[in-house]
Every structure is written in C-alpha cells, then in structure tokens.
C-alpha cells in the first residue's frame, strides 16, 4: 500500500509540474506585456499589443503582412482587440520613459529618463493628446503589481 501511495504520490507531483510548465508556455503567467497604457490612481490599464518584427517570419506570413508595406520601420504593431488588462503600480513601480519635451532633463542631456515618482510619469503621460498613450510601453509584473514601466521607442 506504501508504494501505491508513493507512486500516486510522484504522479500528481509531476503532473503538477506539466501544468506549471504548459501554463507559462500558454502565457497565462507571464510577467512581461506589451501595449498601450493608461492610469487611474494606483491602477495601470493596458490594452495588450503584439509586437511583431522582421525576425518574426512565420507570424508575418500567418497575417500576411508585407515587411515592405506593413512594417516599413521594421516592426508591426498587431492589435486585435481593445480589451484591457489592469495592474497595480506602487511606490517601487520604475517608469522609463523618452522625455521628448525637456520636462524632466535639460536640453543637452540623455532624454532616457527614468523615475520613481508616479506624478512625473503621469505628467509625461498627459503630453499625449489622448489619456491612452500613442506608443506601446513593456510592462513587467510580479505578483500582480507593475515592477517597471518602459516606452517602446519606435520610429
């Protein structure tokens, strides 16, 4: 009865580790996102995108995108859908982002600017003329809450 219990034992174990592992493949707990962002308060809102680049042959092919026509700068940006995803962003949240403007560094200086403090990021934020920024940002998250921000720089 020992050895029946330890193997049943062994195969819920590593049935265990076959889910984990499918569900990260999945991207059901994946901790890096890219897309557009807003904020409300403490709560970062994103409508995830795909970025989509020249290396990424057999996806161009499956959206029969023209790298001539289509991502004439080397990327496409693939949005589907306008369904949006919320996270929490605390005192720690990094954001980076270009300072276009001059609003936080001076005019010779790197215009990668990167910050703690959430007012700043969200006064860069209100530049765009939308609530919902013009430009994609990769978010990275751990359990549940936004570690950093940072803007895709796209030409």
């Known amino acids: ?5 330890i193997v049943l034992l062994v195969g819920v174990v590593s049935l265990m580790f076959i889910s984990c592992e499918q569900a990260n493949e999945d991207g059901k707990n994946k901790d890096l996102y890219i897309g557009y962002i807003s904020m409300e308060k403490n709560t970062l809102y994103l ?21 001539q026509n289509d991502m004439p700068n080397g990327y496409y940006i693939y949005n589907p859908s ?37 007012e700043e990021f969200i006064r860069y934020l209100n530049t765009y003329s939308d609530k919902a920024a013009k430009v994609p940002f990769w978010i990275q998250t751990k359990d549940g809450y936004v570690i950093s921000i940072t803007e895709q720089f796209v030409n």
């Open 82 to 118: 306008s369904d949006k995803v919320s996270f929490e962003v605390n005192e720690e949240t990094v954001y980076n982002f270009i300072d276009w403007g001059n609003d936080f560094v001076g005019k010779d200086e790197d215009r990668n600017y990167s910050t703690t403090n959430q």
């Open 1 to 5: 009865m020992r050895k029946v219990f």
């Open 47 to 67: 409508d995830e995108v795909e970025w989509i680049t020249d290396k990424d042959k057999d996806r161009i092919k499956e959206l029969d995108l023209s790298e």
